[in-house]
């Protein structure tokens, strides 16, 4: 009887070795997808995370995500009618799933083997940024998280195989910074008062150090592929339009012109960081050209409106209320720019996700999201 149980137990610990053992090779040895996709980020990419926390940024209502498929129509958390840019891009890389939020109770075990998601709304890349949400997951925090995610990586595939599989096998996106404008510099009596203590020079200074640290953080965990996105136009989404009562045309200069001076500044980390962190490649994602380009010529990606929010309320734009089950919603979803005050429709991350994977060098550089992965 002992014995059986014994041999019983050895059978399944085979069994469980034999599935675990194809379900890595499937995965690894498959040339042309990509393994593992990793997410870090603010609300343009997340995928739930918030729907865990105690914050005022929350998309757990509809109609957000009145066209994910996924979810039959319902909401999941994601700040927009359909997929994120990283839902899009990993489908496109071959991911066999949405990466899951890492605070979901249903993000462990083999799961993670494709990656996990722990982009935050309202997060940035300073810890003090959002802090009006009450909750959310800064930068800091995410890179925390992962670090804890490398572990189980390590007990799945055994330590050697699990660095390869980072290596070589894994993407790491990050999509933060616009908060730290729009959730803090630009709203000094909110923050801790950063605007009138520190030039728009020395603000920016301090968040690009903060990232080239965060980043090196995840290159000691063996992170290699990396894509990071740059703060699009912030000064043209409709809530900053309302806001400034602007004419239909016009964008917030000075929402703009800090997004350009920090996108300078962190082509020039990246270039950094590709010559110093031996191995590692760091792509830019030039969201703010690609999505100016968007908004420059609407008519000519099938557009009606560039301006206004689709589903929001307030001024001109619908701009100044956020999207929820009262707001007014558009007829026509996939005609407009922008889903809600502040993220873009899924329209648009169709858009902004095939020039990331497929792409030239005017919106993805040095090399583009396929050609990364194939590396
Ligand atoms: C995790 O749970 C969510 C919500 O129940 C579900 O939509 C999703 O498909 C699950 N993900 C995985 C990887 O099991
Ligand atoms: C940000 O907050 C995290 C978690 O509370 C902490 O570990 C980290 O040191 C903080 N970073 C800075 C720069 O204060
Ligand atoms: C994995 O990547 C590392 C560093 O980028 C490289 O040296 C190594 O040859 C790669 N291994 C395989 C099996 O491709
Ligand atoms: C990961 O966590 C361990 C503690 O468990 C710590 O010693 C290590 O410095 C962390 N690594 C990074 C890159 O943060």
């Known amino acids: 009887m002992l014995a059986m149980t014994i041999k019983c137990h050895n059978t399944l610990a085979l069994l469980i070795f034999i599935i675990s053992l194809s379900f890595y090779e499937n995965d690894v040895a498959k040339g042309d997808n990509l393994g593992a996709s990793f997410i870090f980020g603010d609300s343009l990419v997340d995928a739930g995370n918030n729907n865990y926390l105690s914050t005022l940024s929350k998309a757990n209502s509809p109609p957000n995500g009145i066209d994910f498929k996924a979810s039959g129509g319902n909401p999941t958390g ?112 909110l923050s801790t008062g950063t605007r009138v203590s520190e030039s728009p020079d020395a603000f920016i200074n301090d968040m690009i150090s903060h990232l080239r640290a965060q980043l090196t953080r995840l290159y000691e965990m063996d992170g290699r592929r990396f894509v990071v996105a740059n703060v699009g136009p912030i000064g043209c989404i409709p809530y900053e339009r309302s806001i400034n009562q602007l004419k239909e045309n016009d964008c917030d200069d000075l929402a703009d012109n800090l997004a350009t001076q920090y996108n300078a500044q962190l082509k020039d980390l990246l270039s950094q960081l590709n010559d110093n962190l031996h191995g590692a490649t760091f792509v830019l994602a030039n969201v703010y050209d690609l999505v100016s380009e968007i908004i420059s010529n609407y008519a000519k990606y099938g557009f009606r409106t560039a301006s206004t929010a689709c589903c ?55 090399i583009n999201l396929r050609q990364l992965r194939d590396l």
């Not at 605070?103 to 996990?116: H, Y």
């Open 78 to 189: 994601r700040f927009t009618n359909g997929r994120t840019i990283s839902d899009i891009v990993g489908e496109e890389l071959g991911v066999p799933n949405f990466a899951p939020p890492y605070l979901a109770p249903n993000a462990t075990g083999k799961v993670i083997l494709n990656g996990v998601n722990y982009a935050s709304g309202g997060a940035g890349i300073l810890n003090a940024t959002g802090s009006l949400f009450v909750n959310r997951l800064g930068m800091d925090i995410q890179v925390d998280y992962f670090n804890i995610t490398r572990k189980q990586i390590d007990k799945l595939l055994g330590s050697a195989n699990a660095r390869e599989y980072i290596m070589n096998k894994s993407m790491f996106s990050i999509t933060i910074g616009s908060n730290d404008f729009l959730n803090n510099y630009l709203i000094p009596l």
């Open 312 to 366: 929001g309320d307030g001024g001109e734009y619908a701009g100044i209320i956020p999207c929820g089950p009262i707001s007014t919603l558009c007829s026509d979803r996939y005609k407009h720019v922008f889903w809600d005050p502040y993220h873009p429709s899924e329209a648009t991350n169709i858009i902004l996700a095939k020039q990331l994977v497929d792409g030239d060098k005017t919106y993805v550089s040095p």
